[in-house]
Each structure stands twice: as C-alpha cells, then as structure tokens.
C-alpha cells in the first residue's frame, strides 16, 4: 500500500538555526509531493509542492524542499527558523486520486 | 470567496447518536474529501470524490457515509457514533485532486 513515512516526530530547535525535516514515500511511478503546515490551532496551509521539474522547489517563508527519486524522499529544508515557525508539518504524496499523509513533524522553535 | 467551510466547528455526542458534518466550497472544485486527524497519526483519509454522483473509500472508510449531489456540498455522516471516532475531521478540495485546499475543522468528541 502506498505510505509517506516522516521520521522525526518532534523536532526543537532554538531560533536561527538549521532545519531538515524528513520524508519518504513509498510509490512506484509518477507521484506529485506536498508539504503542508499547520499553526497551533488553525488548518492546513500549503508550505510547498513537486510536480515535475526542478527537483529543488521553493515555497513560502523560506522554506525549500528536495526531490530525490532515487531516494524516495522529499526533505523540507529551511536554513534559518525562526520562533514563528512552531507549527505542525505534515508531508504528502498524490497519487490516483489519493493525497496521503505522514504522521507529521512537530517542530518547536524557542527564541 | 469563502474557500471551504464546515459546519459545526465543536460537536458533543454520545454513543450510538448519529450527525452529518457539513462540507461546502465555492471554487467550483471536482474533487473533495475528508480527512480525520488524531495525535500522532497525521491525517488519513475517510472519503474522497472526483465529482458530482462519485465518491470512493479513502483508508478509513468505515463508520462513515459520504455523497456528493452537487459539486459544492460534499457531507460526511456518522451513523452510530463510536468513541473511536472522537477526532478532528477536516474537509478538503482542489482542482484535480492534488494542491488541496483544507477547512477549518471540526472537533468531535463522541462519549
């Protein structure tokens, strides 16, 4: 069954510093890749997302994200946090019909 | 626009009770679906459809109904409550099924 797997499940960092958050998914073929963010009591937002092309893609607020197809993985990566950034963030991947989501990171950020 | 909304945003039942959580969008979106999401478990998908008159099973289905009469109202129903199905749902939709547009939730706490 096709899955999305993030490793880290809670992540702090202190503010400034370097974030690389973990994702792998398990599918065959063409998959198109998500990163969405969830703020402490709000809904989802959309961070970032693959189709095709650049395997290096850029979102909002700093954040960019890495396709490796060899890997299976596409890591979100943002090179300064910042205190604001403390949410949940959750990796998806689309494919026929389905968008399906990891169990999420939680990352808090402390000044 | 409103985007998509949900009503209600907090829901008390008790065991056995049945409801229907509503979905609307006004973006003219074929495809919506219904995510649950509970702590360390991400979101998972209940119900999904690509259009008017067509809905398929997501990986939860059980415990919940689901129809789509027109594009803009996509409702999920519980027919017995179960504790289990204490969990915030989320609804969702996008234009050919990949960069989903989530709404605000509802939290339901089944007794």
């Known amino acids: 069954a096709q899955s999305v797997s993030q490793h880290n499940h809670h992540v702090i960092l202190s503010e400034a510093a370097s974030l690389e958050l973990g994702c792998n998914y398990s599918?065959?073929?063409?998959?198109?890749l998500f990163w969405y963010v969830q703020y402490p009591g709000q809904h989802l937002q959309l961070l970032l997302k693959?189709?095709?092309?650049?395997?290096l893609v850029k979102g909002i607020k700093g954040f960019e994200a890495e396709f490796i197809k060899s890997k299976f993985s596409f890591n979100l990566r943002k090179p300064s946090v910042q205190w604001s950034d403390t949410a949940e963030y959750f990796c998806a991947a689309h494919n026929t019909d389905k968008l399906i989501f990891g169990t999420g990171t939680r990352l808090q950020v402390f000044p | 626009n409103a985007g998509v909304t949900q009503t209600p945003k907090f829901q008390v039942l008790k065991t056995g009770q049945s409801m229907t959580l509503q979905c609307a969008q006004d973006m003219n979106h074929e495809y919506m679906s219904w995510y649950r999401q509970d702590p360390g478990m991400g979101l998972r998908l209940i119900h999904y459809s690509v259009g008017a008159g067509i809905t398929d099973q997501g990986e939860v289905p059980n415990g919940y109904n689901v129809s789509r009469s027109t594009t803009e109202d996509f409702p999920l129903r519980l027919l017995s409550a179960a504790p289990s199905q204490t969990s915030v749902y989320f609804c969702?939709?996008?234009?050919?099924?990949?960069?989903?547009?989530f709404g605000p939730g509802t939290r339901l706490l089944v007794l």
């Open positions: 969702a939709s996008s234009y050919g099924g990949k960069t989903q547009y």
């Open positions: 693959y189709f095709s092309g650049d395997p």
């Open positions: 599918y065959g073929g063409t998959v198109n």
